[in-house]
């Protein structure tokens, strides 16, 4: 079946506390995106890749990181979190680009204290 | 950079009526423009899309027109069903940098 998955779903941790939100698809896609959905604020964008070992920032990397060592994999790292980073975050993927349809993992609903 | 203005934020309908949810984009150069619908605590999946080169798309009951000289796209629903309520996203293409900018979201209710 094609889809995308992370890894946790839901996570609760403390400020401070390193942590990696896995994402991986076996669709062979290009292209790998991450977001937040914050209410009332939509899904902003934390950092995409176009391809492996290319990365580029989003609207809101502040306090993130990633890597895409490999094409069906992105995980998303945040080394120090801060309350300020309690969401919801989506994993996206698609063929080359992100205009063609995107599809969205089941989300990680991170809370940290 | 791209601001894509979603409205109204909430609409409420009847069922078997029709919705219309709007948005409005500022970059000129956007050529592609898809509306993805979240249903409660699920992710996000593409309802339907259109590019620049045409004005309107049809997929059953859902329909999209686009204006490229307003700037504006609308998601047409009609004989609504209570499966269709959901929060409803608008994009349009970053030119450039292959990339979407996403509205806030529209919150559809559908009252049976």
């Known amino acids: 079946e094609a889809q995308v998955t992370q890894n946790p779903r839901y996570l609760i941790t403390v400020t401070g506390k390193k942590l990696t939100v896995t994402c991986s698809q076996n669709?062979?896609?290009?292209?790998m995106s991450w977001y937040r959905q914050d209410p009332g604020l939509g899904l902003r964008q934390i950092y995409y890749?176009?391809?492996?070992?290319?990365?580029d920032k989003g609207d809101v990397p502040e306090g993130y990181k990633v890597s895409r060592k490999e094409k069906r994999n992105f995980p998303l790292i945040l080394e120090s979190p801060s309350p300020n980073q309690t969401s919801l975050y989506f994993c996206?993927?698609?063929?080359?680009?992100?205009?063609?349809?995107?599809?969205f993992g089941p989300g990680t609903r991170l809370t940290v204290l | 950079g791209e601001n894509v203005e979603q409205h109204p934020s909430t609409l409420s309908v009847q069922e078997g009526d029709s919705a219309v949810i709007k948005c409005t984009y500022s970059?000129?150069?956007?050529?592609?423009f898809p509306w993805y619908k979240q249903e409660l605590g699920k992710r996000p999946q593409l309802i339907i899309d259109?590019?620049?080169?045409?004005g309107e798309k049809k997929d059953q009951r859902i329909a999209v027109t686009l204006n490229k000289t307003a700037k504006h796209f609308s998601l047409h629903i009609t004989e609504t069903q209570p499966e269709d309520s959901a929060v409803y996203f608008c994009?349009?293409?970053?030119?450039?940098?292959?990339?979407?900018?996403f509205g806030k979201g529209n919150q559809v209710v559908v009252i049976p």
């Open positions: 996206a993927s698609s063929w080359e680009d992100g205009y063609n349809e995107q599809f």
């Open positions: 669709m062979n896609h290009e292209y």
């Open positions: 890749s176009m391809n492996v070992e290319v990365t």
């Open positions: 970059d000129s150069a956007s050529n592609y």
């Open positions: 259109i590019r620049s080169n045409v």
């Open positions: 994009a349009a293409s970053i030119n450039g940098n292959n990339r979407l900018a």
